[in-house]
Structure formats: C-alpha cells, structure tokens
C-alpha cells in the first residue's frame, strides 16, 4: 500500500495534480477540502456562524458524509444528498475554512480520511495529510504558489462559471483563507518536514505534473 500526500494552500492546482496522477497510478483520489467544505455548506444551510466552536461541534452528530465514486470523478454525499457542485462557491470556501479551524471537526474528518488508506492506494490532497493524517506517507509533496497566481487561477475559474467576482476581492479573501490556514492552532497548513516542496507559480498544469512524476518516481521506483 501507498499514501501519497499533496498539501499546499488553495489555488495551488493540487486537485488537479492529485487527480491526474492517481489516475496515471490506478489509485484512489481523496479530496478531503470537500469534506471540509461539505460540513461548511451544513453550517450555512443551517444559519450556524462557522466561527462558532461549539455549535459547529455540537451539529456534527447530525451530519452524515460520504463519498462515492461516479465516472471516476468523486461525490461528495451530505446525508445522502449530492451536495458535490454546491459546495465550490466562494461563499462555502469562507466558511469551510472557518469550520478547518475547529479541532472536533478535524477529528470528525480524521478517520474518515484514514479509513480510505485501510484498503486503497491513495492520493490524497489537502493541507495536513503530510503532517497529521499520514506523517509516514510514502510521498509527501507541498505545492504552493504566490498568492497573486493562486487569486488570478481562482478569478478565472469563477468567471468561466459565470459567478459575477472581482479579482482584488478574490485575493483578499485568498489571503484571508491563507492566514485562516496557516495560523490556526490544531494542523495548520504548514509543510512536513520531509516533503518536498515545489512553488508552480511559474509553471503550467503540464510542467507541474511532470515535476511531481519526477518527485513520485524519484521516492517510489517500483509503483
Ligand atoms: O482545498 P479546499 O480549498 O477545497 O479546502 C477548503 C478548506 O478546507 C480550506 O480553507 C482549508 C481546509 N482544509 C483543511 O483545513 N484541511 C484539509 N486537509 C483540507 C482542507
């Protein structure tokens, strides 16, 4: 078995990443910021602050994820319900970044995410896989890239959706979600010390991919 971590700041390009190399190594992708982002969407559906520790923690009980896997591509399920195309919005990445900072819902997600390892090579992307949920991953990557190139991936990614966004908000808010990220007190969004780092903001999806080939055929030369 292998686990192989992609962490990185969002915007990164990481589920990209993630998704064309297991699918190049016939292996199961995991994007746990769904996950996070689906509890997000529960809180905003239910008029819960997501900065609100307890009330978050205490809603937990009542919700019920899932993944499953259609055409390849994964679904996220919130009690059954589809939630998958529902959870991208600007709005649920707030307020999933306020959810990640709270320890019960880390816990919560925790062995959810461990289990998908119990019996499945995985890729799995996020921002503590290296860190807390794999520290003996058989690879461990870090891709980031300047907040400006990160905002500027994001802006086109909502336009061509046809959201109506503002591209000095977008980076306000990615710098807002960085600051969320790598400050918060349980498994901020920091490198392992044993991952490898690699900054894309000059580089496209291709030349990003090949480089993190190179890293994963560099640490496991017999997958
Ligand atoms: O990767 P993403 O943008 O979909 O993640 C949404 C939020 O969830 C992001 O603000 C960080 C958080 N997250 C996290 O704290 N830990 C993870 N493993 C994945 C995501």
Redesign the pocket.
């Known amino acids: 078995m292998f686990q192989i971590a992609i962490d990185g700041p969002?915007g990164a390009g990481?589920s990209t990443i993630a998704k064309a190399l297991a699918a190049k190594l016939s292996c199961v992708y995991v994007d746990?910021?769904?996950m996070?982002?689906t509890i997000g969407l529960y809180a905003a559906r239910h008029d819960i602050d997501p900065g609100d520790a307890s009330k978050v923690a205490d809603c937990l009980k009542d919700i019920k994820l899932d993944i499953k896997y259609k055409d390849g591509t994964q679904r996220m399920l919130l009690c059954g319900e589809d939630v998958t195309d529902l959870i991208r919005t600007q709005k649920i990445?707030m307020y999933?970044?306020k959810v990640?900072a709270i320890p019960q819902v880390r816990e919560f997600l925790m062995n959810l995410q461990r289990d998908f390892a119990k019996e499945n090579n995985v890729v799995m992307d996020?921002?503590?896989?290296g860190t807390v949920i794999f520290p003996n991953a058989t690879v461990k990557i870090f891709l980031t890239s300047s907040a400006e190139a990160r905002a500027k991936r994001r802006f086109l990614e909502l336009a061509e959706k046809g959201e109506d966004v503002d591209y000095e908000i977008i980076l306000a808010q990615t710098l807002e979600?960085d600051n969320?990220?790598l400050t918060r007190a349980v498994?901020p969004?920091i490198a392992a010390r044993d991952a490898v780092i690699l900054d894309n903001s000059e580089l496209d999806i291709k030349q990003t991919l090949d480089a993190v080939n190179r890293i994963v055929n560099d640490k496991i030369k017999d997958i």
């Open positions: 969002s990481k746990t910021g769904a996070y982002r990445s999933a970044s990640s996020g921002r503590d896989i979600r969320n990220d498994a969004a």
